[in-house]
């Protein structure tokens, strides 16, 4: 007779075999107690923030220019046709400016040499001669961005579309992308002059080595196109800590500080600006007068315009320039030229 299959438990079913206990742990999800994830964040530390982060993120910022600056077209970067001025941002745009805050070459006082120098400089430039980077240094509010802007415009005056030098500003804390936007002036067929106002290093900045690169001493060097001109109220634009640093923490002291102060020896042409005299403070005042027909008693003039400076502490351009703004202001003069 054949045999009958085993009968399982009631409601049970076929009977399986027995699962291990090892396979259904390892099966079973693993449920973690709020309380147990609360500790685990407490006990895991932040992570403190690095403090190369930053430039390495400007770093990487440089690159992306480098990238985009040699993926633009050649229409695009013949482009410079709409304005003399451009204004560099370090992610490889050129922003055009249609109108340059500037004053007359001829209203700028007591700087005549060093005006008469780098109007000599930037018109063999625009001539396709050979011609200096220029660093222009000292005293501030002597007119030293204001003479960069004054010759540009002044050499530009009489020149063709095709043949107008090109302003191009960048910005201090840009200068790591200088070297993108060197190479993104290299293929336009126009000149450029590339102005930084006011540049100085300060504490760990490393970024005045991309500097020296493109003045000098690069393997593509500087474009034959473009020429750098910049002003500082230093002549060496390092701070003197910061030199002072070098010398006491490196085991070369003399090639440390070398390697910083060679920085100003590769701007071929240095231009010093230094305070003006009372006589020279007076000659900008009644300039700026003539020039926007602010008419007041020369008697009163003088006796004003000194006792502004007394308050400001000092002479300048800048001085003289913000005095005859009250004085327009007050005697209600627009000032636009006559």
């Known amino acids: 007779m054949p045999q009958k299959p085993s009968k399982s ?37 932040k992570v403190a923030s690095d403090p190369s982060q930053e430039r390495i993120v400007r770093a990487l910022e440089t690159i992306a220019a480098h990238l985009a600056a040699q993926g633009k077209p050649a229409a695009e970067r013949e482009s410079f046709k709409q304005a003399d001025a451009y204004v560099w941002h370090p992610d490889g745009r050129l922003a055009a400016v249609p109108q ?53 415009a002044s050499i530009n005056a009489d020149r063709k579309p095709a043949d107008k030098l090109k302003l191009i500003e960048i910005h201090r804390e840009d200068i790591e992308s200088l ?28 970024s005045y080595k991309s500097l020296k690169a493109v003045l000098e001493g690069g393997i593509e ?12 109220n230093r002549r060496h634009l390092l701070a003197r800590e910061m030199i002072e640093n070098e010398r006491s923490t490196a085991i070369n002291p003399g090639e440390a500080v070398e390697e910083k102060v060679s920085l100003s020896d590769r701007f071929g042409l240095w231009l010093g600006f230094h305070r003006c005299s009372q006589d020279e403070y007076l000659a ?20 004003e315009a000194l006792e502004w400076s007394t308050t400001r ?19 209600g003069v627009k000032l636009t030229a006559k």
């Open 179 to 206: 070297p993108a936007l060197m190479e993104q002036l290299r293929a336009s067929s126009f000149r450029f002059i590339v102005f930084c106002d006011d540049l100085s290093f300060d504490g760990n900045d490393a």
């Open 284 to 303: 900008m005042v009644g300039g700026y007068c003539s020039h926007f027909g602010i008419k007041l008693d020369d008697e009163t003039l003088e006796r």
């Open 313 to 331: 502490g000092s002479r300048s351009g800048r001085v003289a320039w913000q005095f005859v703004q009250e004085l327009a202001g007050r005697l």
């Open 100 to 152: 340059v805050s500037r004053v007359e070459l001829f209203l700028l006082k007591g700087v005549d040499r060093m005006r008469d120098i780098l109007m000599e400089n930037t018109e063999r430039f625009a001539n396709g001669l050979p011609a200096n980077n220029a660093l222009l240094w000292g005293a501030r509010g002597m007119g030293k961005s204001s003479l960069v802007k004054a010759a540009h």
């Open 9 to 45: 438990p009631a409601g049970k079913g076929p009977r399986t075999p027995a699962t291990k206990p090892a396979e259904v742990a390892a099966k079973r999800p693993k449920a973690v107690s709020k309380a147990a994830s609360k500790a685990t964040t407490k006990a895991t530390p």
């Open 221 to 232: 060097g500087r474009p034959e196109n473009v020429i750098l001109y910049a002003t500082s």
